[in-house]
């Protein structure tokens, strides 16, 4: 019977020491798959936030509100010729003329046409000088939008306050409020409209340099000039 008895607690004793190693692997082994499947997933979601941290910085470095501005110096013989021919460039271009003088003349065109109309206009004389130049302005508007829509959120604001109020007085203080609110807005987006509008046309200063016309007695010279300089120079 001890016999026995002893048989069958050393078969229990041998049965737990197996067992229970499985066990403690077992649980180690899901701690260690729920551990690599964590830091999967928090591995994922880092991947997701950089993403669209990329995506958004990306969108933001490609939005640009540009504006251009050309400047040309050009040599003619005639200003009054020139300008009638910039103003023709204008209308081809789809724009039109700012100012006209003898020695200066500004034009606008579409954005798109600036090259095609700069080259035109280095037709009508000779070229001494030309640069383009591009600002991007889009801070600057969407800073004007904010500043308008705060102003209309404010204005829609006060005009609750007008209808709630007690006395004369009172609506007086509000309608000054509104009065300034009012042209603060009109002045947001007419400040809008400008940009929205230098962004589609871009504006092309032109210098004229008229050649100086000779008298008798320069041509005279000039005459001279190239008679002594065919006794002294034979190409």
């Known amino acids: 019977m001890k016999y026995w008895l002893l048989l069958v607690c050393g078969v229990y004793m041998m049965l737990n020491s197996c067992t229970t190693p499985v066990r403690a692997w077992s649980s180690d082994s899901s701690k260690r ?36 501005n050309a400047n040309i110096t050009l040599k003619v013989k005639s200003s009054a010729e020139t300008n009638a021919a910039i103003e023709g460039i204008a209308a081809r271009y789809q724009g039109y003329v700012l100012s006209t003088s003898n020695y ?102 032109v210098r004229i340099d008229e050649k100086e016309k000779l008298g008798v007695l320069g041509y005279v010279f000039v005459g001279l000039y190239k008679g002594v300089r065919w006794l002294f120079v034979r190409g």
Request: hydrophobic share 40%; aromatic share 4%.
């Open 33 to 68: 798959s729920i551990a690599r499947y964590d830091g999967g997933s928090a591995d994922m979601d880092r991947m997701d936030r950089a993403e669209l941290f990329a995506q958004s910085h990306g969108q933001i470095a490609n939005e640009r509100m540009m504006i251009y």
């Open 104 to 205: 200066n003349s500004m034009l606008r065109v579409k954005a798109d046409q600036l090259n095609a109309a700069l080259s035109d206009i280095a037709l009508l004389g000779k070229v001494t000088s030309k640069t383009v130049s591009g600002d991007d302005v889009i801070n600057a508007y969407t800073d004007l939008g904010i500043r308008l829509d705060n102003a209309e959120k404010a204005r829609a604001r006060y005009l609750e306050l007008l209808a709630k109020a007690e006395n004369v007085q009172a609506a007086l203080l509000v309608e000054k409020e509104l009065e300034r609110l009012n042209t603060e807005i009109d002045m947001l987006k007419g400040n809008r409209k400008n940009l929205e509008h230098l962004e589609a046309f871009s504006t092309i200063n």
